[in-house]
């Protein structure tokens, strides 16, 4: 299990537990890939996330604990779906913002909100 004081957040897909956390490390990652700092990358209204927005911060999220590749982390999110990968997008924000005492949270998207970023 994921060690909330690290803010580490885990689910399980097909009897396997997965492991996140929007670490100092994730957040390098997530920077590069969408060359902008982390603040202004979760200031953005949900609406312009893109199916890369997601990919990316899952892959940043997981990279760490479980060396996917990119190809596997979209496969992971095809196989969870919507209402999973927005549950566990809220859980590490929070987690998150709880070890570090700083607010990103986002307001919880709804199902169409999720599948408008074609996720």
Do not use: C
């Not at 990358?41 to 997981?62: K, N, Q, V």
Request: cysteine-free.
């Amino acid at each position: 299990m994921g060690n909330p004081h690290r803010g580490e957040v885990t689910f399980e897909h097909d009897g396997k537990l997965y492991t996140v956390a929007l670490d100092f490390y994730a957040q390098a990652i997530l920077q590069r890939s969408s060359k902008m700092p982390t603040a202004q990358f979760f200031s953005r209204p949900l609406t312009e996330w893109g199916a890369d927005d997601i990919l990316h911060f899952f892959y940043a999220m997981l990279f760490r604990r479980h060396r996917m590749t990119e190809e596997q982390v979209s496969d992971l999110l095809e196989d969870i779906g919507s209402m999973e990968i927005v549950r566990v997008m809220n859980e590490a924000v929070e987690a998150a913002a709880a070890r570090t005492g700083v607010t990103t949270a986002k307001p919880n998207p709804t199902e169409a909100e999720m599948n408008s970023t074609g996720a």
